[in-house]
């Protein structure tokens, strides 16, 4: 990543992360710094799992400098809403992201998170460190396949036993005894599946909206009865990382803050981690002065989708999605879904698919959807709420067009 691009992420999290260190008080962070120092120790002293590529290494040869570690390294702690001083600390643990295994399954899905992971073009130094983490399995990266990769997939959860991370994506499809998917030789069905796997991981990460919520398999009629992952899994610690694909940055995000601290990210009540979704995309969003000074476009190719104006009236759901995705974007940062001209759907959200997938902004459809004040928080207001804030933005789409058409009548 370019560091005038690590300098943006960085100012933009700062902020938050300021606050974030205001409410819990020093001593809160003098207690985690020291907990982080002797995690990273215990982890050095462990030899690594893949000691095929060593971090310094790679970095080079991508033609990283220290410099610029460094700079990444002070945004990724801005990101993980950690103060400052932690910085050194996540330098640290990036150089240590290969001493924890990961096994990472596909059920009812498209492989797009998978591809999101291999195709990242950056931020240059998260793929260099999701090329380096110890991926033990991975049937779709993987060389081996059939009796070969259920033995290699056999071994990883019996040498790692209660220390790996599982990583799922894909939906959960209940249907018919769960016959709808079944895996391998023996035809595991995708619930015996992910039971067995779940139980000795430390932690279970479903990764994409259709392991988080069920995604688009969901989408009614549901003919699988698909459900994600926290439906079908009881007992383990679970993270969601939704989106459609994820983003890279937040798997890395979550596998770096477990390195750094032996502990999960602080969630929010649809456990997505809050670093990455715990403000919506409409309160950084580049048109946010057009959506405030009632500039919206009216139909596409007009003269407001010229001049990069609001696209709520085109259906944009960034007031009810909570994301990352206007701070962090794609491609290597380059862009994103409304930075190209097509609004948000709410990927992110649950059964986004029915709720958001279509053009018209969420004042003319007859449902409730979470929304709130540009300061709020999914957990503030609960799920299914319709707050007069939400209203109010429909209100202010319906003011603006109104005196849109005042302007235009005066004109002629």
Not at 161 to 167: D, E, I, P, S
Not at 190 to 209: Q, T
Not at 276 to 285: E, K, P, T, V, W
């Amino acid at each position: 990543m370019a560091s005038s691009r690590i300098d943006a992420i960085k100012n933009l999290f700062t902020a938050k992360s300021a606050k974030v260190e205001t409410n819990r008080g020093e001593e809160y962070y003098k207690k985690l710094y020291h907990q982080c120092e002797e995690r990273l120790n215990t982890l050095m002293n462990m030899a690594p799992i893949n000691s095929k590529i060593n971090i310094q290494d790679a970095i080079e040869e991508e033609g990283v400098n220290r410099r610029d570690f460094l700079k990444w390294a002070s945004a990724t702690t801005a990101m993980l809403m950690l103060p400052a001083s932690f910085t050194p600390l996540v330098a640290k643990a990036a150089t240590l992201m290969n001493r924890v295994p990961v096994i990472w399954i596909e059920l009812q899905d498209c492989a797009g998170n998978s591809e999101a992971l291999i195709r990242s073009d950056g931020p240059k130094i998260d793929k260099i460190l999701l090329d380096i983490i110890s991926l033990e399995f991975h049937e779709t990266l993987m060389a081996p396949s059939g009796h070969q990769a259920e033995r290699q997939l056999e071994d990883a959860v019996e040498t790692f036993k209660g220390k790996y991370l599982l990583f799922v994506e894909g939906s959960v499809p209940m249907g018919i005894d769960g016959h709808f998917g079944t895996i391998g030789a023996k035809a595991e069905t995708f619930i015996e599946h992910l039971e067995r796997l779940s139980k000795d991981a430390a932690a279970v990460i479903a990764v994409g909206s259709c392991a988080t919520f069920g995604g688009i398999p969901a989408a009614a009629p549901n003919p699988t009865d698909a459900k994600g992952v926290m439906e079908v899994v009881n007992g383990k610690p679970i993270v969601n990382i939704p989106a459609c694909p994820a983003n890279p940055a937040n798997m890395v995000g979550v596998l770096l803050h477990f390195v750094l601290t032996g502990q999960l990210p602080e969630l929010d009540s649809l456990l997505r981690p809050k670093f990455a979704f715990g403000y919506r995309i409409h309160d950084n969003c580049e048109r946010r002065a057009h959506f405030d000074a009632g500039e919206f476009v009216e139909e596409w190719g007009d003269e407001g989708a010229k001049n990069n104006f609001c696209l709520y009236k085109m259906g944009c759901k960034g007031p009810m999605t909570f994301n990352n995705c206007s701070i962090i974007r794609y491609n290597e940062g380059v862009n994103w879904p409304v930075g190209v001209g097509r609004g948000c759907i709410g990927c992110s959200e649950p059964d986004f698919w029915d709720k958001y997938a279509y053009e018209r902004p969420m004042a003319n459809a007859n449902i409730k959807a979470p929304t709130g004040g540009v300061e709020k928080t999914v957990d503030e207001f609960g799920l299914g709420l319709l707050t007069a804030a939400g209203i109010g933005i429909g209100i202010h789409a319906a003011a603006s067009m109104v005196a849109g058409k005042k302007d235009n009548q005066g004109e002629a």
